[in-house]
């Protein structure tokens, strides 16, 4: 019998032994394909020696040093690598354990960052429906995915949340692209007017939304004009690339693809690739600034914050991911990815959309493809299409309430960033059987 509390109680699962490249084994031998690197985090593989050694060096040299009294070697240079490689003015690193630690310091910087720069009557936070930027209260109460908030509803701060760019579902049809674009951007300015152009501290969203909407790019020319919102009202811009960012995309910083920088930034899971619990929050020197030349002390902290062994894997991974030009390889596998995915599922009756950016994919399942409505959230199509790829050794990322929270269903695929022309095939082939499965 189990003492461990998993994420499922009425699920048996299988003991994962090892990984070896793009797989993972359990323990009676099984192969998976990880297709979905986890929750978009293996971005390197399984068994890297270059990031396994980095590891255990470090951990001989210096395995733990609190920085309330010490800043580490690692912790330095991974910080200097990321700025040396970072847009705009962003220019100080505060290192975490992990996504939801990057966008809680976030929210609390912005907060303070208001308190010292004289405007303590900064408090709303703005995010979109159906995002989702982590599991602490303060966090989850700026995420708009109304399943994972309910039954916390009572403990949540009050934040407002406007449309996602959703081209897809939400698009008009007498609109264009742009237009569309420019039209949910707009909610942001009308949303700061109704609660106060000065009560409103920052507004957040994800570059290209991840887990509750499935790989969902914004249109050309939103994000720009979400900027100029932000900057005529004062109002701090917060990026979440915790899942869309260190190359995922294509671009180290997923916000490059939109020639736009953030005032804070936030960076996880493909930071440390899985070989460690690391995650970053990153700010512009004019945030930086003020908390250094007023209190000096920003009033946040977890023990393991700036670990030196997270931060030793952290840089090893970057530098990998930066010195063997793997950022071009996302760019070529996912457009491979894309075109094999639109050939064997772009006609599919159930599949209503495939969209993404570099490796980092979404298939949105549809009860009829020319209406686009989802099917019924009782048919349980993502759960079950998970179990199907599961069965014939492919790891993906099928994810219920893709429209509201509720209906809904899409797979998210974000294979390693060392996934070869071949296992791009075997990603469609598996995905493709399952999706048969489930909605033929």
Same mark, same amino acid.
């Given at each position: 019998?189990?003492?461990?509390?998993?994420?499922?109680?009425?699920?048996? !699962?299988?003991?994962?032994?090892?990984?070896?490249?793009?797989?993972?084994?359990?323990?009676?031998?099984?192969?998976?394909? &990880?297709?979905?690197?986890?929750?978009?985090?293996? +971005?390197?593989?399984?068994?890297?020696?270059?990031?396994?050694?980095?590891?255990?060096?470090?951990?001989?040299?210096?395995?733990?040093?609190?920085?309330?009294?010490?800043?580490?070697?690692?912790?330095?240079? !991974?910080?200097?690598?990321?700025?040396?490689?970072?847009?705009?003015?962003?220019?100080?690193?505060?290192?975490?354990?992990?996504?939801?630690?990057?966008?809680?310091?976030?929210?609390?910087?912005?907060?303070?960052?208001?308190?010292?720069?004289?405007?303590?009557?900064?408090?709303?936070?703005?995010?979109?429906?159906?995002?989702?930027?982590?599991?602490?209260?303060?966090?989850?109460?700026?995420?708009?995915?109304?399943?994972?908030?309910?039954?916390?509803?009572?403990?949540?701060?009050?934040?407002?949340? /406007?449309?996602?760019?959703?081209?897809?579902?939400?698009?008009?049809?007498?609109?264009?692209?742009?237009?569309?674009?420019?039209? *949910?951007?707009?909610?942001?300015?009308?949303?700061?007017?109704?609660?106060?152009?000065?009560?409103?501290?920052?507004?957040?969203?994800?570059?290209? *939304?991840?887990?509750?909407?499935?790989?969902?790019?914004?249109?050309?020319?939103?994000?720009?004009? /979400?900027?100029? /919102?932000?900057?005529?009202?004062?109002?701090?811009?917060?990026? &979440?690339?915790?899942?869309?960012?260190?190359?995922?995309?294509?671009?180290?910083?997923?916000?490059?693809?939109?020639?736009?920088?953030?005032?804070?930034?936030?960076?996880?899971?493909?930071?440390?690739?899985?070989?460690?619990?690391?995650?970053?929050?990153?700010?512009?020197?004019?945030?930086?600034?003020?908390?250094?030349?007023?209190?000096?002390?920003?009033?946040?902290?977890?023990?393991?914050?700036?670990?030196?062994?997270? +931060?030793?894997?952290?840089?090893?991974?970057?530098?990998?991911?930066?010195?063997?030009?793997?950022?071009?390889?996302?760019?070529?596998?996912?457009?491979?990815?894309?075109?094999?995915?639109?050939?064997?599922?772009?006609?599919?009756?159930?599949?209503?959309? /495939?969209?993404?950016?570099?490796?980092?994919?979404?298939?949105?399942?549809?009860? &009829?493809?020319?209406?686009?409505?989802?099917?019924?959230?009782?048919?349980?199509?993502?759960?079950?299409?998970?179990?199907?790829?599961?069965?014939?050794?492919?790891? +993906?990322?099928?994810?219920?309430?893709?429209?509201?929270?509720?209906?809904?269903?899409? *797979?998210?695929?974000?294979?390693?960033?060392?996934?070869?022309?071949?296992?791009?095939?075997?990603?469609?082939?598996?995905?493709?059987?399952? *999706?048969?499965?489930?909605?033929?």
């Amino acid at each position: 019998m189990s003492h461990v509390f998993p994420r499922h109680t009425k699920v048996s !699962l299988p003991t994962a032994q090892r990984g070896e490249g793009c797989y993972l084994y359990d323990s009676n031998g099984k192969q998976y394909f &990880d297709g979905s690197g986890g929750a978009a985090v293996s +971005c390197l593989g399984h068994g890297n020696q270059e990031i396994i050694e980095a590891v255990q060096k470090q951990l001989s040299d210096l395995a733990f040093a609190h920085t309330g009294f010490f800043t580490s070697e690692p912790a330095e240079a !991974l910080a200097d690598i990321l700025i040396g490689h970072a847009p705009g003015d962003l220019d100080r690193v505060y290192f975490v354990s992990g996504g939801s630690e990057a966008t809680e310091a976030a929210l609390k910087l912005a907060r303070q960052y208001h308190v010292e720069n004289g405007e303590p009557q900064r408090r709303h936070i703005i995010a979109r429906k159906q995002s989702y930027h982590g599991n602490t209260l303060g966090v989850l109460a700026a995420g708009g995915n109304e399943w994972r908030r309910a039954q916390f509803s009572p403990l949540l701060i009050n934040a407002s949340h /406007i449309a996602p760019c959703y081209e897809y579902a939400e698009k008009r049809d007498d609109e264009s692209s742009h237009d569309y674009g420019q039209r *949910v951007a707009q909610e942001l300015e009308e949303e700061i007017l109704r609660l106060g152009p000065d009560t409103v501290m920052a507004f957040i969203a994800e570059p290209v *939304v991840g887990a509750t909407l499935g790989a969902v790019p914004p249109v050309e020319g939103y994000f720009r004009r /979400i900027r100029e /919102i932000c900057d005529q009202y004062g109002v701090l811009l917060i990026l &979440d690339e915790v899942m869309c960012g260190m190359g995922r995309t294509g671009y180290l910083y997923a916000c490059e693809a939109e020639g736009i920088v953030p005032d804070i930034l936030c960076i996880a899971k493909g930071l440390g690739a899985g070989y460690q619990p690391v995650g970053a929050m990153i700010c512009t020197s004019r945030l930086y600034r003020t908390i250094e030349q007023g209190s000096g002390y920003f009033q946040h902290g977890h023990t393991y914050i700036g670990h030196p062994v997270a +931060c030793a894997a952290g840089l090893a991974v970057v530098n990998a991911i930066i010195g063997k030009g793997l950022i071009d390889d996302v760019r070529i596998r996912g457009e491979r990815l894309r075109s094999s995915l639109t050939d064997a599922l772009g006609q599919h009756p159930n599949v209503g959309d /495939i969209r993404g950016r570099g490796l980092f994919m979404g298939v949105e399942l549809v009860a &009829d493809r020319a209406d686009k409505s989802p099917f019924d959230a009782s048919r349980r199509v993502a759960a079950r299409l998970k179990n199907a790829a599961f069965e014939r050794g492919l790891i +993906c990322y099928p994810m219920p309430g893709t429209r509201d929270g509720k209906s809904g269903d899409h *797979v998210l695929l974000a294979p390693p960033f060392i996934t070869s022309d071949l296992q791009v095939d075997e990603i469609v082939g598996k995905l493709t059987l399952a *999706v048969n499965d489930v909605c033929g």
